[in-house]
């Protein structure tokens, strides 16, 4: 874990940076601290989004994979490590990870909408809609998933349903 050896330790106070978007500080004041094993998954979640949040890809990368070696059902970490790989278009490493976090949490419909799209992206077309469909039935609000079926129906040259996917966005 983190020793608490710098007076200037507050996960409170990273989170307030964060919140703040004041990325580099949070990045600044995490690498000053003594004793960071790699088993503090919240400061490692936080360290990465803080370089996501600066497009650092292949920092957030390493700091997501810590977490992953530790609880590798990180749901932040697995959520935010998928959307990396999606967008790098490493679809089925994109698609595994979104799957691993539907076994800790409630599914979510975006979620479901990006596997959609990888499964798409794979040349499996039935399943994506299938994916898509079912992110819209659990939010029928969920813009991503009429996106991307809109893309889908593109592929496969039904312009009639693109225009209504596309409108519904």
């Known amino acids: 874990m983190l020793d608490n050896d710098k007076s200037s330790w507050d996960y409170s106070e990273l989170v307030e940076l964060y919140n703040k ?3 580099e500080e949070v990045i600044e004041k995490i690498n000053t601290f003594d004793n960071l094993s790699e088993d503090t998954t919240e400061i490692y979640n936080l360290l990465g ?9 292949e920092e957030a990368n390493n700091c997501y994979a810590k977490v992953l070696s530790v ?7 697995l959520l935010n490590l ?39 992206k794979l040349d499996h077309f039935d399943d994506a809609i299938s994916l898509c469909e079912e992110a819209i039935s659990l939010d ?23 225009v209504s996917y596309y409108y519904k966005v």
Do not use: H, R, W
Not at 49 to 57: G, P, Q
Not at 71 to 77: C, G, K, Q, R, S
Not at 93 to 117: C, H, R
């Open 49 to 57: 989004a803080s370089y996501l949040a600066l497009n650092n890809y």
């Open 140 to 162: 029928p609000k969920c813009e991503i998933a009429y996106f991307f079926l809109a893309e889908i129906m593109e592929e496969i040259e039904d312009p009639e349903a693109v």
């Open 82 to 120: 998928g959307n990396i790989k999606l967008g790098e278009k490493s679809y089925q490493l994109a698609f595994d990870l979104f799957s691993k976090t539907t076994n800790s949490q409630a599914i979510d419909s975006q979620i479901l909408a990006k596997m959609g799209i990888c499964l798409f």
């Open 71 to 77: 609880d590798p059902n990180n749901y932040n970490a």
């Open 21 to 23: 978007n004041q990325f």
